[in-house]
């Protein structure tokens, strides 16, 4: 990796943080149906708003000790984690990019500067709609439906910048293969799949399948397996009934990064394992 795409490792991971503090606002009030600009942000306990060096990501719940400046209430460290993580999460994903892991084109390019900022942004959904899921077992429309436009606009430029066309066919495949799979689960197994879901799988399959077969092979199964193994665990531990609601949304979610970020990788490994490559 070059000096300049180390950098901006660097200042996207910074610039991460930030998002992950804006995901936080998302996370809180989307469910709840509320405006994610207005009023600004605010102690839930006495209502004080924050100060702007209070917002800090990461660095002013340190020094605020996990606690509101005016009421002492306790801040959950969960708001410092997502800073954290989506950070962390920037970095990963601009090594890809950059690295030529994603296109094998290590040189920075107007579409590889998109293709950067369509998995950014679907990062930043993911962090979002994960934690959504977890939190109300939903996964919003505000969110699932407009991500199909932004994805596909700029998937699409970044094939066009980069000449390379092909992609925009698997894309499309991508994406109605997995919705139609996911449909049909959740008519066979009312209950067990909703239809949150199904709009969600659709775009997953959009980013899945602009990266290739391997890619949407492997994230697509990979949330089966990831999500199957996690369920196993509860049960077998107790820790939930064999028919207790488990969100599915944030295994879709990790099987699909397992196969952006190392799905050809994988696909490789396992066609090469039956003399197929």
Known sequence: MTAGAAIAMVLLALFGT??????????????????????????PECRHAIRPRDNVPVLSWLLLRGKCRDCQAPISPRYPLV???T?????????WALSGVATGETIVSPGVGLLL???LYLAAVSV?????DLDTHTLPDKIVLPSYLVGAALLTLSSVLSGDYGRL?????????????????????????GFGDVKLAGLLGLYLG???WGPLAVGAFGAFLLGGIFAIVLVVTKRVSRKGGIPFGPWMLAGTWVGVLAGEFIWHAYLS?????
């Open 87 to 95: 950070g962390v999460f920037f970095a990963l994903v601009t090594w």
């Open 83 to 85: 800073e954290l993580g």
């Open 117 to 119: 900022l369509a998995f």
């Open 128 to 132: 979002a709609l994960a934690l959504i």
């Open 169 to 193: 066919l698997t894309a499309g495949i991508g994406l109605v293969a997995l919705w139609s799979l996911y449909l049909v689960l959740a008519l066979a197994y009312s209950g067990g799949m």
């Open 210 to 212: 602009w990266l290739g």
């Open 18 to 43: 930030l998002i992950g503090s804006f995901l936080n606002v998302v996370v809180y009030r989307v469910p709840k149906g509320l405006s994610i600009v207005s009023p600004p942000s605010a102690c």
């Open 273 to 277: 394992s039956f003399g197929l490559a």
